[in-house]
């Protein structure tokens, strides 16, 4: 009887530290709400990076199926992981609806969730579900793996990854400027690619792999208007000048980067990057490491509630 109230809960986990830290009279209307709309709740609240994951798996060990979150793109990235790591529940079993606070909400942008707490909540009454690929990144070197379920990078985009920490305080901006100063410092690394139809060795900008349409605080890095369930849309851009990138920017935002000349648009169900010791890798806008790696796609691995 327990676990079948637990499975009807939602554990609702919070980041503080999302868009820049969030004042507890916002956290306190957002509780209420839930109440207001009679949603059942378990409220957690992180502790220290990656916390997400721990309680995920240890609420998954206790019953529940249900996972609400409070924060932007890095928290749901992972309670996604979370999720699909541990080994009690099939993940295509498991809800998870978000009430976004962050600085980018690439995700939510996708579905037009929104940023309004009270409407974002009414989703959640509304119970309305999709089920969404979740991609995988299996480091061929440490044997580690990492799930997204938004988008991945490598090269450019990891590159900026790393550099983002001493911009946060820019919010939405923050992405951009690290995008315009890296370019000073970053240089083009050589990778040999596998996609389901191709093998090729080249130098190259940034290779951009998505589930979603949006990353990096708004900007559209793949051909999403072309975009098939099932598979990784695909963005491999060869190296291109300063200049280049700062005329050729509008691009990256209004869905057109297949009409940039560097930029090879394409498909793939899985993709290997290999020869790729010095470059790295971003998954949902978090630095994940860097190397060989193998990428494939979980087909319809997690339910989201959307409107």
């Given at each position: 009887m327990k676990n079948e109230s637990i499975k009807r809960r939602w554990y609702t986990i919070f980041n503080p530290s999302s868009g820049g830290g969030t004042k507890q009279n916002k956290i306190d209307r957002i509780l209420s709400s839930l109440k207001q709309h009679q949603i059942s709740?378990?409220?957690?609240?992180?502790?220290?990076?990656?916390?997400?994951?721990?309680?995920?798996?240890?609420?998954?060990?206790?019953?529940?199926?249900?996972?609400?979150?409070?924060?932007?793109?890095?928290?749901?990235?992972?309670?996604?992981?979370?999720i699909m790591k541990q080994k009690n529940?099939?993940?295509?079993?498991?809800?998870?609806?978000?009430?976004?606070?962050?600085?980018?909400?690439?995700?939510?942008?996708?579905?037009?969730?929104?940023?309004?707490?009270?409407?974002?909540?009414?989703?959640?009454?509304n119970n309305k579900i999709?089920?969404?690929?979740?991609?995988?990144?299996?480091?061929?070197?440490?044997?580690?793996?990492?799930?997204?379920?938004?988008?991945?990078?490598i090269g450019f985009d990891a590159f900026v990854v790393k550099n983002i920490s001493k911009y946060k305080k820019w919010g939405s901006l923050a992405y951009i400027i690290a995008a315009l100063v890296s370019l000073k410092t970053y240089?083009?690394?050589?990778?040999?690619?596998?996609?389901?139809?191709?093998?090729?060795?080249?130098?190259?900008?940034?290779?951009?792999?998505?589930?979603?349409?949006?990353?990096?605080?708004?900007?559209?890095?793949?051909?999403?208007k072309n975009h098939k369930k099932g598979y990784l849309d695909i963005t491999f851009v060869k190296p291109i000048s300063l200049s280049k990138v700062i005329t050729q920017i509008f691009k990256l935002y209004n869905g057109k980067i297949a009409t940039v000349e560097e930029a090879v648009c394409f498909h793939s169900?899985?993709?290997?990057?290999?020869?790729?010791?010095?470059?790295?890798?971003?998954?949902d806008g978090e630095l994940v490491g860097r190397g060989n790696a193998q990428f494939n796609l979980i087909y319809n691995a997690v339910q989201f509630i959307i409107p």
């Open positions: 709740y378990e409220f957690i609240v992180t502790q220290y990076t990656h916390h997400e994951e721990q309680l995920v798996q240890s609420a998954i060990d206790q019953g529940y199926l249900n996972f609400i979150c409070i924060g932007g793109d890095g928290t749901i990235h992972h309670m996604i992981n979370g529940v099939a993940s295509d079993q498991i809800t998870l609806a978000v009430i976004p606070i962050g600085t980018g909400n690439d995700w939510v942008k996708n579905y037009r969730i929104p940023k309004d707490p009270e409407k974002a909540i009414r989703l959640i009454h999709i089920y969404q690929d979740i991609g995988k990144i299996s480091f061929l070197d440490d044997h580690k793996e990492v799930y997204f379920n938004n988008a991945a990078g240089t083009p690394g050589k990778i040999t690619y596998v996609s389901d139809t191709d093998k090729k060795t080249s130098r190259m900008f940034l290779i951009a792999l998505g589930i979603c349409k949006f990353s990096g605080a708004g900007m559209q890095l793949t051909d999403y169900k899985k993709f290997k990057a290999d020869n790729n010791t010095s470059c790295y890798i971003q998954a």
